[in-house]
């Protein structure tokens, strides 16, 4: 039975808020059962059908795949094509992309299949929906896609799954898919001309992994954004640098919008204090232009995104009214190359954002009267208490590794495949690299959410900063956070706080500030 916390695939289009929920289990997944809806899909497949019983040619169906689509296949070797093409592919190295991961690449493929344009059955739209809704995940390596035609060789193993052959996770064991299906109920596939291709052949892999990057970038910006107003805060700097009449003359919207945040967050420090500083340093007054250019481009990125995930994308498409067969290269996948390199770059700019104002916080030189390392030793002990010294090379060093990282992977096309595959996208790489960016920069912001906490504490020990100075929002955040980070006054190892805070980042557990603003 169908509940409100369903996605009902044929239903209505994925969001990439929808495609992250299903992610992370939180969002229920059913396939739509009305009879409209199941002949479109089927009519997709009794087309190619009726083509083949015309002698017409099919790409990948009657010819061989990618530079062999010269070479003719014998009509009682067509059935057996589409499992040769799930074997061949089965060269993929790497990490097995998470449960999270793998269960946002069967949604984005379900959702392309779901148009009727892919040639495949019902059949199949069913035990792929089973197989996500029952949480069966094929364990999918990350390594060997070049983004054109696709992302063969991971989507591989989604195929592979569906007709027994590949190892899934289910039930918290590694099994073969068969074993898996047989204690589900489920029987394994037999694929039908076309169906191995239009699983494999499509952007699904990249675009689940960019629907996550997306996702998780939009509510770092608004983490950054608060871990921003209280470096300002506790370096006792200058509120007025996000005056609302100063964005009104540079209007980008994002950016001001930033600003605004900062202004309403430090609005109550503000009318109590006087700023230490007329001006004050980058990493703290430019913060809206740094943060903002990563608010103003996640609209575009967003549009982006969801038209890929809402888009049928293998090839070739067969057109369900009609029946003709459409061979194109809706597989290549430029546009989520584009916009993982430039969710990686302007993330990577949040954690330098955040390195530098870490350095300012802990630096006695810079940081208005705070003590060396941001120590709460006190007396005596102080001597041998080094406080937050080594967080902040730790940070400095993901920050630089997430910078390294930026150099886009979308310019980096090879040639494969006999000179076919020449062009390529290399969006499944930019993908892994923009969620490799974002788990440093979250890093880098755990190690931040250390260091404000630490500092706000100091001011308030020493009563410079008293609770009138915080606003309600500020300081519930300071509470929340003071519940999972302990004060720092004896060193001790901060690694499993800083793992803990991750996982809440990565899990989206904390709640978001200003939600209805994402």
Same mark, same amino acid.
């Given at each position: 039975?169908?509940?409100?916390?369903?996605?009902?695939?044929?239903?209505?289009?994925?969001?990439?808020?929808?495609?992250?929920?299903?992610?992370?289990?939180?969002?229920?997944?059913?396939?739509?059962?009305?009879?409209?809806?199941?002949?479109?899909?089927?009519?997709?497949?009794?087309?190619?059908?009726?083509?083949?019983?015309?002698?017409?040619?099919?790409?990948?169906?009657?010819?061989?795949?990618?530079?062999?689509?010269?070479?003719?296949?014998?009509?009682?070797?067509?059935?057996?094509?589409?499992?040769?093409?799930?074997?061949?592919?089965?060269?993929?190295?790497?990490?097995?992309?998470?449960?999270?991961?793998?269960?946002?690449?069967?949604?984005?493929?379900?959702?392309?299949?779901?148009?009727?344009?892919?040639?495949?059955?019902?059949?199949?739209?069913?035990?792929?929906?089973?197989?996500?809704?029952?949480?069966?995940?094929?364990?999918?390596?990350?390594?060997?896609?070049?983004g054109a035609s696709g992302d063969l060789t991971p989507l591989s193993y989604i195929a592979g799954a569906l007709v027994g052959e590949r190892r899934v996770r289910f039930c918290g064991e590694e099994m073969l898919s068969a074993e898996a299906f047989t204690k589900a109920g489920l029987t394994p596939l037999t694929l039908r001309p076309k169906e191995a291709l239009a699983i494999m052949n499509g952007t699904a892999v990249m675009t689940g992994l960019g629907a996550i990057a997306y996702v998780r970038s939009a509510r770092l910006s608004a983490l950054?954004?608060?871990?921003?107003?209280?470096?300002?805060?506790?370096?006792?700097?200058?509120?007025?640098?996000?005056?609302?009449?100063?964005?009104?003359?540079?209007?980008?919207?994002?950016?001001?919008?930033?600003?605004?945040?900062?202004?309403?967050?430090?609005?109550?420090?503000?009318?109590?204090?006087?700023?230490?500083?007329?001006?004050?340093?980058?990493?703290?007054?430019?913060?809206?232009?740094?943060?903002?250019?990563?608010?103003?481009?996640?609209?575009?990125?967003?549009?982006?995104?969801?038209?890929?995930?809402?888009?049928?994308?293998?090839?070739?498409?067969?057109?369900?009214?009609?029946?003709?067969?459409?061979?194109?290269?809706?597989?290549?996948?430029?546009?989520?190359?584009?916009?993982?390199?430039?969710?990686?770059? !302007?993330? @990577?700019? &949040? =954690?330098?954002?955040? *390195?530098?104002?870490? $350095? #300012? %916080?802990?630096?006695?030189?810079?940081?208005?009267?705070?003590?060396?390392?941001?120590?709460?030793?006190?007396?005596?002990?102080?001597?041998?208490?080094?406080?937050?010294?080594?967080?902040?090379?730790?940070?400095?060093?993901?920050?630089?590794?997430?910078?390294?990282?930026?150099?886009?992977?979308?310019?980096?096309?090879?040639?494969?495949?006999?000179?076919?595959?020449?062009?390529?996208?290399?969006?499944?790489?930019?993908?892994?690299?923009?969620?490799?960016?974002?788990?440093?920069?979250?890093?880098?912001?755990?190690?931040?959410?250390?260091?404000?906490?630490?500092?706000?504490?100091?001011?308030?020990?020493?009563?410079?900063?008293?609770?009138?100075? !915080?606003? @309600?929002? &500020? =300081?519930?955040?300071? *509470?929340?956070?003071? $519940? #999972? %980070?302990?004060?720092?006054?004896?060193?001790?190892?901060?690694?499993?706080?800083?793992?803990?805070?991750?996982?809440?980042?990565?899990?989206?557990?904390?709640?978001?500030?200003?939600?209805?603003?994402?």
């Open positions: 039975m169908m509940t409100r916390s369903d996605y009902v695939f044929g239903d209505a289009p994925l969001t990439l808020e929808n495609v992250s929920e299903i992610s992370l289990g939180r969002l229920h997944v059913a396939i739509n059962r009305s009879a409209d809806f199941r002949k479109r899909i089927q009519a997709s497949a009794d087309h190619v059908d009726q083509t083949l019983a015309r002698d017409g040619v099919i790409y990948g169906v009657t010819t061989g795949y990618g530079d062999s689509c010269t070479t003719d296949v014998a009509d009682e070797l067509v059935k057996a094509l589409p499992l040769h093409l799930t074997r061949f592919h089965g060269v993929g190295l790497g990490r097995i992309l998470s449960a999270e991961e793998t269960r946002a690449v069967m949604t984005v493929r379900l959702a392309s299949l779901a148009h009727g344009w892919s040639g495949v059955s019902i059949e199949l739209v069913d035990l792929l929906t089973d197989m996500l809704r029952l949480d069966i995940l094929p364990m999918i390596p990350a390594e060997g896609s070049v950054v954004t608060r871990l921003s107003a209280i470096a300002c805060l506790v370096l006792k700097g200058n509120p007025a640098h996000f005056d609302q009449r100063l964005f009104s003359a540079k209007p980008h919207p994002g950016q001001a919008r930033v600003a605004a945040r900062m202004s309403l967050d430090l609005s109550a420090f503000a009318a109590r204090h006087e700023p230490s500083r007329l001006q004050d340093r980058y990493s703290i007054r430019c913060s809206p232009h740094v943060i903002g250019v990563l608010e103003d481009m996640l609209p575009a990125f967003r549009t982006i995104l969801e038209t890929e995930v809402n888009s049928a994308n293998d090839n070739p498409l067969i057109d369900p009214e009609s029946g003709d067969i459409l061979h194109g290269g809706h597989f290549y996948g430029g546009h989520v190359a584009f916009v993982m390199d430039g969710i990686k770059t !302007l993330v @990577a700019n &949040l =954690a330098d954002l955040m *390195d530098r104002q870490m $350095a #300012l %916080i802990v630096d006695t030189k810079f940081s208005n009267g705070l003590p060396a390392n941001l120590s709460g030793a006190q007396g005596v002990r102080a001597s041998i208490n080094h406080g937050l010294k080594a967080l902040q090379i730790a940070m400095s060093a993901w920050t630089a590794e997430a910078l390294k990282l930026t150099m886009p992977a979308s310019v980096f096309s090879r040639s494969t495949e006999c000179h076919n595959q020449d062009k390529v996208s290399m969006g499944t790489i930019a993908a892994r690299d923009a969620l490799r960016v974002l788990e440093l920069t979250e890093q880098v912001a755990a190690a931040h959410c250390i260091a404000c906490l630490q500092a706000l504490r100091l001011r308030q020990r020493s009563g410079e900063i008293v609770g009138g100075d !915080l606003t @309600a929002d &500020l =300081a519930k955040f300071a *509470d929340d956070l003071g $519940a #999972l %980070i302990p004060f720092v006054d004896e060193d001790a190892p901060l690694d499993e706080v800083l793992r803990a805070l991750c996982a809440d980042m990565a899990a989206q557990n904390w709640s978001v500030i200003w939600e209805g603003d994402l």
